[in-house]
Each structure stands twice: as C-alpha cells, then as structure tokens.
C-alpha cells in the first residue's frame, strides 16, 4: 500500500476514513528493527475488519489474498507468542531492568517456547514446530550464563528468589546445589572478613546461609 501512494493507498484512506484508524497505516516488517514483526501484525489485528474489506475489494486486486479464519487465528497466536519477546525487550531496554531479572525472563519465554501455551490458550500446531525451533537459540543463550557467576549469585541473594525460585521451575538437584557453592566461594574468596574476625566471620557464614536457604 505504502508503496502505490497514488493508487492503493488513497483507497485505504477511504476504507479506513469513517472508522478509529483514520489516516493510519500498517506499519512494516522491517528486518533491522526489534519487534517490528509484532507491531505489524498487532496492528493487522486491530484493523481487521479495515484489512478484511479492503482485501475483499475487487478494484483492489487483492482479493486473492484474503485470509480464511485459521489464518486469522494463526496471525492472533503469533501475536501472542511474539508479545513475550516484546514486552522482554521492552523491559530489558528500561531504566529499571538488573541481572536478577535475566534468568526468570528467560525461564518465562523458555517454557512458552516449549509448551507452546500462552495465557492457558494452545496455539496453532505450525507455531508450536517453529516455537521449538526457536527454543534451540533460545538455549544457546541461556547457556552463556554459566560463563559468567553473577547471574547465579543475584538469585540466590535475591529477596524474592533465592532457593525457592530454582525449585519452582524445577532444576536439577545438582544445578541449584552449584549455584550455592558459586556464591558461597565468591563470599569466601572476594568478600570474607580477615582470620582476626573469626567470630564475626562465623556469624556471617551462617546468616549466608540463612540468606541462601530461607523460602519464605
């Protein structure tokens, strides 16, 4: 449409003219821009009933294009598939976001990815094949945080996470118990009172462990 000022796009104008989308247009899919996929086609679904007569518009030669509802229902999940990375991006591209935030955003997008269900509503079996496509990059990230100790020791210092979150979502015995020898040999290592303090040493091993353990 954007493409054809002088033909197509006057006629959007006009399909759109007596409705809440006037003189708005669909954004583009642009390769280079984060999330444009996902703000195309929300806007594809909000101006639906725009998008159906304009195709169904003979004079506009699109009529072969119009979609069936199954296509339509496959537009919505994807949209709702992609607003889970939307909304990461969003948070992550903030003033607020920390390292702590890091592994549950992942952990979030990683079991829609791999179950495919967003807000309890399967989504359509093509999606669901190229989600867990999708899941394999999604991997090859998650693993370059055991490169760096630092996202193990803000969960496990974490007020609201510590232990209780990796049992949540389930890990491995082995890997929550990792988790705490890395943040204990960082206290011991880089943070620990000097051998003239034993006493005061001792006491804050145990409030380590406090910190560490306590689920509540």
């Given at each position: 449409i954007i493409n054809l000022p002088t033909l197509l796009l006057p006629r959007w104008h006009e399909t759109v003219a007596n409705t809440e989308f006037k003189?708005?247009?669909?954004?583009?899919?642009?390769?280079?821009?984060?999330?444009?996929?996902?703000?195309?086609?929300?806007?594809?679904?909000?101006?639906?009933?725009?998008?159906?007569?304009?195709?169904?518009?003979?004079?506009?030669?699109?009529?072969?294009?119009?979609?069936?509802?199954?296509?339509?229902?496959?537009?919505?999940?994807?949209?709702?598939?992609?607003?889970?990375?939307?909304?990461?991006?969003?948070?992550f591209s903030s003033n607020s976001p920390n390292i702590s935030s890091v592994i549950p955003a992942m952990d979030t997008i990683n079991e829609v990815f791999a179950s495919g269900i967003v807000d309890n509503h399967e989504l359509?079996?093509?999606?669901?094949?190229?989600?867990?496509?999708?899941?394999?990059?999604?991997?090859?990230?998650?693993?370059?945080?055991?490169?760096?100790?630092?996202?193990?020791?803000?969960?496990?210092?974490?007020?609201?996470?510590?232990?209780?979150?990796f049992k949540t979502v389930h890990w491995q015995e082995s890997l929550i118990n990792n988790a705490v020898d890395v943040t204990h040999k960082a206290w011991t290592t880089r943070y620990k009172p000097s051998t003239a303090l034993e006493s005061t040493t001792a006491q804050a091993t145990v409030c380590f462990y406090l910190l560490s353990h306590h689920i509540d």
């Open positions: 003189n708005h247009v669909l954004p583009r899919d642009v390769a280079t821009h984060w999330n444009s996929t996902y703000n195309m086609l929300s806007a594809f679904i909000k101006m639906k009933s725009a998008v159906v007569d304009f195709l169904d518009c003979a004079s506009n030669g699109f009529a072969d294009y119009a979609l069936s509802s199954e296509e339509w229902e496959a537009i919505g999940d994807l949209v709702k598939a992609l607003k889970i990375l939307k909304d990461a991006t969003t948070f359509c079996a093509p999606l669901r094949h190229a989600l867990s496509i999708g899941k394999k990059t999604l991997n090859k990230y998650y693993a370059l945080t055991d490169d760096s100790d630092i996202y193990r020791i803000t969960m496990v210092l974490h007020p609201l996470y510590k232990l209780a979150y």
